[in-house]
């Protein structure tokens, strides 16, 4: 489906009976909930367009209430960060019998945590960059020593960039430490590699096209 296509498309009757009242769970408390409402503002919106019975929700405070007196049949999760992404919101739902979008609770859980992805890359042999999990600021010298710089300091919990810094230098990793477990308090460091970026989501078994992504900042 094209791009202009997708902006005329309408829904069958029969589909939009069998999606009944769909809830788009979108903001949330996480660092992520600017990104979190606009991404489930033009979910929402296209939904819509659709002709698809679909309802924005602002998810704040506690995820069990979401479940509580459920008014709507499904979930098209548009959540990001912690308690969206991270098989939180996706453990609710399921031992609630609520269908909702997007990778079950194992797949979720193990996504948002960066350190323990590391781990099954290397578990399969997949390449990927050296790491080391931080946990003080009196690990820089070493760390720098045996990775080499320039590094990616990150906190192993977040998404969207959020706390990630580009270091070249020993005070600099300190610096991006103190960040980053500010926020977190497991850290990764990893070797900085240089390259163009490409992402590709995976429908199912589909895999739909790869996009390249690119920036004037540093990284």
């Known amino acids: 489906?094209?791009?202009?296509?997708?902006?005329?498309?309408?829904?069958?009757?029969?589909?939009?009976?069998?999606?009944?009242?769909?809830?788009?769970?979108?903001?949330?408390?996480?660092?992520?909930?600017?990104?979190?409402?606009?991404?489930?503002?033009?979910?929402?919106?296209?939904?819509?367009?659709?002709?698809?019975?679909?309802?924005?929700?602002?998810?704040?405070?506690?995820?069990?209430?979401?479940?509580?007196?459920?008014?709507?049949?499904?979930?098209?999760?548009?959540?990001?960060?912690?308690?969206?992404?991270?098989?939180?919101?996706?453990?609710?739902?399921?031992?609630?019998?609520?269908?909702?979008?997007?990778?079950?609770?194992?797949?979720?859980?193990?996504?948002?945590?960066?350190?323990?992805?590391?781990?099954?890359?290397?578990?399969?042999?997949?390449?990927?960059?050296?790491f080391r999990a931080m946990k003080s600021a009196e690990e820089a010298e070493d760390i720098v020593t045996k990775l080499g710089t320039p590094l990616s300091v990150k906190p192993a919990h977040e998404g969207s960039s959020i706390g990630i810094r580009k270091v070249r230098s020993v005070s600099e990793l300190v610096e991006a430490y103190e960040s980053a477990a500010a926020m977190d308090d497991l850290v990764l460091v990893e070797q900085w590699i240089e390259g163009p970026e490409f992402t590709v989501s995976l429908l199912q078994d589909k895999a739909l096209p790869a996009i390249g992504l690119s920036t004037d900042h540093d990284f």
Not at 11 to 38: H, I, Q, T
Not at 79 to 102: F, K, N, S, V
Not at 111 to 122: G, N
Request: proline content about 4%; overall charge negative; charged content about 20%.
């Open 1 to 130: 489906m094209s791009h202009t296509d997708s902006d005329n498309y309408l829904a069958s009757p029969e589909l939009v009976k069998a999606l009944g009242r769909v809830a788009v769970f979108m903001g949330g408390n996480s660092a992520e909930r600017e990104v979190s409402l606009n991404s489930g503002e033009a979910v929402l919106s296209a939904l819509q367009s659709a002709g698809v019975d679909a309802h924005g929700i602002d998810v704040q405070g506690c995820l069990l209430s979401t479940v509580e007196s459920p008014e709507f049949d499904r979930v098209f999760i548009a959540l990001h960060g912690r308690g969206g992404e991270d098989g939180t919101i996706q453990a609710i739902l399921q031992q609630a019998g609520i269908p909702y979008t997007g990778s079950e609770v194992l797949a979720s859980a193990l996504a948002m945590d960066k350190l323990r992805t590391k781990y099954v890359f290397e578990g399969c042999g997949l390449p990927t960059p050296a």
